[in-house]
């Protein structure tokens, strides 16, 4: 049987980063087992679906690479197809017409409340004939659920779940007014589009049963559930806006790699051994739902900088120079030209290695694009001292003749030039920065003597010396 999995968000927000991790175990789940990966948006409750959201959500799917097979499904599109299935239901007599007015409805849970009983509907209409029927009461349709014996969920990551089916009432179906309740469409969505197994968060646990009971009652197959620990915060409540971004979104403009959220995602509440840095095709090799564990996960920020780090260091130079290019024309407040696309690239070998997010690669990058002559900050005008000046002063001459311009040959000029002045490297390395660059913070200075190049080296310290000496 061909492994059928889907991700089902609701477009009444942005995509929460538990969303984010469901959809990513499903798309993995059904990749590692060579089937499909399916799409549908719930989008029922017209009143909070926006397509921003809708867009929200499938751009946030995009960014993290977990492509949908198929055209999305969209729930609402389906009432039709859901209200036949309650009527079928109730000619099998395994539904019925509840006329309960929601005064009724408010009373009998009130009463319940008072006398301590756990808030259930009562069954009032459950054996009744609709020729009782009040007037001007619309009835919905509710479940003849059973009344006896149990009912089991047979979920692969909390094992097998029973519940006495006491403990459920009749639930509504279709509501008075003819649309659909949130069970009845999953159940009938979830058939429809061929899906063998429901991966979702474990705030899902309590729909299982009640599901199950629907697909029994159509005589349509069960298919397996896995029920996912919700992600926490570092306090170990519930992940919310007070623990800061909670949206991949938001994670892809702080400036993280798709691929770091991704391997951070699939390391909450899923474990593969000792491994942490998990490139996709190995998660795709070995994801299965036996590794995930029962336990709320944490998310920690720390970790997720700490592997984004990593895939920074080893990613494509190129692809991270068009990464980078956005957030350095938002810090200059102009679109980066090709040649200023040509200087990034050239940095970008040096600057990768220093910098833990795209913001601050960025950040690290505007150096490169400042105008000559050059603004000097505070602390490059303490290092351009009369001495460092006069440092400078004799190294020109020597950078002007080398005739190899490459950050080996430069650093073994420079270090010559330091030794014959019989000071430290650092006498004319920091001295070197501070002209270059207007401030002290750079990547190494011999690449970045290599990125400049000879003549707007040569010319950018002839203008430091000019000012300074």
């Known amino acids: 049987m061909t492994v059928v999995t889907r991700f089902a968000p609701s477009p009444t927000g942005f995509l929460h980063i538990g969303g984010a991790r469901t959809a990513l175990f499903n798309w ?4 590692h087992h060579g089937g499909t990966f399916l799409l549908r948006v719930e989008d029922t409750d017209r009143k909070r679906s926006t397509d921003d959201a809708i867009e929200a959500i499938f751009e946030s799917l995009r960014w993290l690479e977990l492509d949908w097979d198929g055209e999305p499904l969209f729930q609402f599109a389906r009432v039709d197809r859901h209200a036949a ?12 017409l509840c006329y ?3 005064e009724e409805l408010t009373a009998m849970r009130e009463n319940a409340s008072a006398e301590g009983r756990p808030v259930r509907y009562d069954g009032t209409w459950r054996n009744r ?7 001007g009461i619309a009835p919905a349709i509710r479940l003849k659920a059973p009344q006896t014996g149990e009912t089991i969920i047979r979920d692969k990551v909390q094992g097998d779940i029973t519940i006495g089916n006491e403990q459920l009432d009749d639930m509504i179906l279709l509501r008075s007014d003819g649309t659909p309740t949130y ?3 999953v159940v009938v969505d979830d058939h429809d589009m061929g899906v063998t197994d429901v991966i979702r968060g474990d705030d899902h646990l ?4 009640r599901q199950t009971q629907i697909y029994e ?10 029920h996912i620990p919700l992600i926490h915060g570092p306090d170990g409540a519930k992940m919310s806006k007070r623990h800061g971004a909670v949206g991949p979104e938001a994670y892809r403009n702080m400036g993280f790699l798709p691929e770091a959220m991704q391997n951070y995602l699939l390391r909450l509440g899923w474990g593969h051994g000792d491994d942490e840095i998990i490139p996709r095709d190995k998660a795709v090799e070995w994801f299965d739902l036996s590794g995930v564990g029962r336990s709320p996960a944490r998310f920690d920020l720390d970790k997720l900088i700490a592997l984004n780090l990593h895939y920074m260091k080893v990613a494509d130079d190129k692809r991270l120079t068009e990464l980078t290019a956005p957030f350095v024309a938002a810090e200059l407040g102009r679109e980066l030209s090709v040649e200023d696309i040509a200087l990034l690239a050239r940095a970008m070998p040096s600057m990768k290695e220093r910098a833990k997010t795209l913001v601050e690669l960025g950040a690290n990058a505007l150096f490169l694009f400042r105008e000559r002559p050059l603004a000097f900050d505070a602390k ?8 460092a000046i006069e440092h400078l002063s004799a190294l020109r001459p020597l950078l002007a003749e080398v005739q190899a311009w490459d950050a080996e040959t430069l650093e073994a000029l420079v270090r010559a030039a330091a030794e014959a002045r019989e000071v430290g490297l650092g006498k004319l390395a920091q001295p070197l920065r501070a002209a270059l660059t207007g401030g002290t913070v750079s990547p190494p200075i011999f690449d970045v003597l290599d990125v400049f190049g000879r003549d707007e080296c040569l010319a950018r310290l002839d203008e430091a010396i000019a000012a300074f000496g």
């Open 100 to 102: 309960c007015s929601p």
């Open 28 to 31: 993995l789940y059904a990749r």
């Open 206 to 209: 309590t729909n299982a049963a």
């Open 183 to 185: 069970m009845l469409a």
């Open 129 to 135: 004939d609709s020729s009782e029927a009040p007037d």
């Open 380 to 387: 490059a005008t303490k290092v351009l001292s009369p001495e």
């Open 217 to 226: 009652a159509l005589g349509w197959d069960v298919p397996a559930f896995a």
């Open 85 to 96: 299935v309650a009527q079928e239901l109730l000619e099998a007599g395994k539904a019925y």
